[in-house]
């Protein structure tokens, strides 16, 4: 019912410590995080199932396609992107997609089959920003 004050003060170090992080981060830095969060939520998602936590499943679930629908999908410039932000719109699509089923049949393999879509594409995109750091 109650939670420790350890508990307590962890948890809103960490809030505090997102929130300065988000409003610090450049552009590149902001989808990064978008990704890490997708992957934890991911994977929670996935720990979930196996633990047979229904209510964490869905709220990881819920969280992971969150981030793919308002913070990955939406900051995607389709005039300007090109063929690669239409890739992209549409791998998000899909995912979110096999999320949904993945939510409805319980199915590990549908989250582990997003996992592997989305990890390849966020180191990607962690690789791109060492690129130019190191151009720079």
Request: proline share 2%.
């Amino acid at each position: 019912m109650f939670t420790s004050v350890n508990s307590r003060a962890a948890t809103a170090y960490k809030r505090v410590s997102t929130d300065t992080g988000v409003s610090t981060a450049d552009p590149h830095q902001l989808v990064s995080m978008l990704f890490d969060g997708l992957i934890q939520s991911l994977n929670a998602a996935r720990g979930a199932m196996e633990r047979g936590e229904v209510e964490a499943k869905g709220r990881a679930i819920g969280k992971a396609v969150r981030i793919i629908e308002e913070g990955l999908k939406a900051g995607l410039n389709l005039s300007q992107g090109g063929e690669i932000a239409n890739n992209l719109l549409g791998l998000y699509g899909y995912a979110v997609q096999r999320l949904s089923w993945a939510n409805l049949r319980n199915d590990p393999a549908a989250v582990r089959e997003v996992l592997n879509l989305i990890e390849p594409l966020a180191d990607s995109w962690k690789q791109i920003r060492t690129g130019a750091l190191q151009g720079a």
